[in-house]
């Protein structure tokens, strides 16, 4: 079905895939409800908006609105037509929180549903609220193709880690260079595109796969640089 409105997403050349935003940050429609205090100061999109407060703005207002009507239905027909640049992983978001509230919950498995063959990568502060934790831990159930990661930082402490850890969360931190271990004692991936520069790997499974962000057989922990 053709959509009867305008889906936003763009390009993202770095990541080598299609992204979905939303406010975020220090926006005025922030919807990082769940971030910690150093996520908000540290937010890499911080510099945007204080150099283009009103674009950003409006872009911001733009993707809420475009959120809110989004259907699956619509995200499938829109990366559809996108051959030259492969749709087959995508991301929610690089800006903002995919898992506001309970309503975007139903949102998420609606996309998933519509795109079983496409992966879709949500990295998420939710887990630290104990409602929003266990219903995504029941999305990772019911849509296989989600790839869902707790996004930690050094706000994170050694007991919220262990309680990710014995739910079975793969990770992604950010935020100490020095930290390549988890405070459980886990071993952390590093990210080939911080680390080693190697732009648009995240949409290469061949160049990022076992033990990264798309691994699937076992929860992983990812280490993204200061970038």
Known sequence: ?????????????????????????????????????????ACFNNKFVRMYPV???????????SWQTLTGSDLAHVLGRKYKRQTDRIRLMTRGEAFRDAADLERVIDLADESPDRLIWVPTKAWRNPLMR?????????????RILASTDP???QEEQAMLDANGWSSMFFGD?????????SARFKCPKT??????????????????CFDNSQPVHIHLKDH
């Open 1 to 41: 079905m053709i959509p009867t409105r305008k889906t936003l997403h763009r390009w993202c050349s770095d990541l080598g895939m299609f992204a979905v935003d939303r406010p975020h940050g220090i926006s005025p429609h922030s919807t990082c409800k769940w971030a910690t205090r150093y996520c908000i100061q």
């Open 55 to 65: 674009a950003m703005a409006k872009r911001d207002l733009a993707n809420e609105q």
């Open 134 to 146: 266990i219903a995504i831990e029941a999305l990772r159930e019911i849509c296989p193709n989600l």
């Open 155 to 157: 706000d994170t402490t």
């Open 177 to 185: 260079d020095d930290q390549l271990e988890t405070l459980t004692g």
């Open 195 to 212: 680390w080693a520069h190697d732009l648009g790997s995240c949409g290469d499974p061949t160049r990022c796969s076992s033990g990264g």
